[in-house]
């Protein structure tokens, strides 16, 4: 299954997981300069031929500062000590490709011929495809582990959102769901715990990617924020019984936006933002009658009800500390 498009919020998620990423970029450059001084000498590990030339004598290690972090390399040396590898000069000035790179290949695949460029900057010379491809299949192993690792940590603010991308899959594209979830330690501290594929969001679905969570190690979160999906608020009600939701506001703002048309949306976005950002839940349903009574004098009895019944899964944010509110009001930082 290969992606065709950029994914750059789920990309920068992973790039600020120094954990995960050091891991990849580590394997990764580690695999090109073996790939690198084999070239050189013209002949692998072992290997008898009338072309080597030279002879492996060991390694030496070497530090290279990434976004990614700190990562350790262990550089190959021949005997005549005639090897010098470009790699870390060129690094500096392809990093940013390269980690992006990596998000990509690591989301859902991405091209030979895109990856290819980006090594042929770090090394100096044209790269094979099957040589683009040993590389890749390198990572399979860390990223399975990457996916089914333990999570051991507590995240009492959960945040799932899935989004449609286009895929090449059996020679035709199609539309494919990514789920993710993010868990925020009591420190702010922002993980990727997880992600899933599927054909389409149902119920299903939803639930085999939260009890797969489960089954690694998460904790009922105390929050979660996600979209009104009729599917993914039943899984969450199933597998989190406990757990306080709250209704991403920005998917709500649009809801009531669409409820509304553009004929009154002017004076009547305003008054729901008004409730959303108000300062505590007294003061939200304070605001929240004002409006209610402002859409009745519209005419606009239907919407008045649908705030009423839907307004307090809106506003459950209110009940988090002040400083924490901000970004967990809706799951735009997916």
């Not at 498009?5 to 580590?26: G, R």
């Not at 580690?30 to 002879?55: N, P, V, W």
């Not at 010098?84 to 030979?112: C, D, H, P, W």
């Not at 597998?239 to 709500?252: A, K, P």
Request: proline residues 2%; glycine residues 4%; hydrophobic residues 35%.
């Amino acid at each position: 299954m290969k992606c065709n498009i950029t994914m750059p919020e789920i990309q920068t998620a992973l790039i600020n997981d120094h954990h995960f990423l050091s891991e990849i970029v580590q394997q990764f450059l580690q695999k090109l300069l073996e790939k690198e001084f084999t070239s050189y000498i013209g002949a692998d590990r072992y290997d008898r031929s009338s072309e080597r030339r030279g002879y492996r004598n060991g390694h030496y290690e070497r530090q290279l500062k990434t976004r990614a972090g700190s990562i350790e390399l262990t550089i190959p040396r021949d005997r005549e000590g005639s090897f010098r590898t470009e790699l870390f000069e060129r690094y500096q000035r392809s990093e940013k490709a390269l980690v992006l790179t990596l998000a990509k290949m690591y989301i859902n695949g991405v091209s030979t011929r895109k990856v290819s460029k980006v090594v042929e900057e770090l090394c100096g010379h044209e790269i094979s495809k099957s040589h683009v491809s040993d590389l890749s299949k390198q990572l399979d192993a860390g990223l399975r582990q990457w996916r089914s690792r333990r999570l051991e940590r507590k995240y009492p603010y959960l945040m799932i959102d899935a989004t449609y991308q286009k895929v090449r899959e059996g020679g035709r594209v199609a539309s494919v769901a990514v789920y993710v979830a993010i868990g925020i330690t009591e420190k702010g501290q922002r993980e990727i715990l997880g992600c899933y594929t599927a054909k389409s969001e149902n119920a299903t679905e939803w639930k085999e990617f939260l009890k797969s969570l489960k089954e690694r190690g998460l904790e009922t979160p105390t929050y979660i924020v996600s979209d009104n999906h009729e599917g993914l608020r039943q899984a969450i009600i199933e597998e989190f019984t406990t757990s306080l939701w709250q209704r991403c506001q920005v998917h709500y703002m649009r809801n009531f936006s669409d409820k509304l048309g553009k004929r009154h949306a002017e004076d009547m976005i305003p008054l729901l933002r008004d409730v959303l950002h108000a300062s505590d839940t007294k003061s939200a349903h304070a605001l929240k009658n004002v409006l209610i009574e402002r859409l009745s004098e519209k005419k606009l009895e239907h919407v008045a009800t649908w705030i009423e019944e839907t307004i307090d899964d809106a506003i459950n944010v209110l009940n988090l500390p002040c400083h924490h509110r901000k970004r967990m009001r809706s799951t735009n930082m997916l």
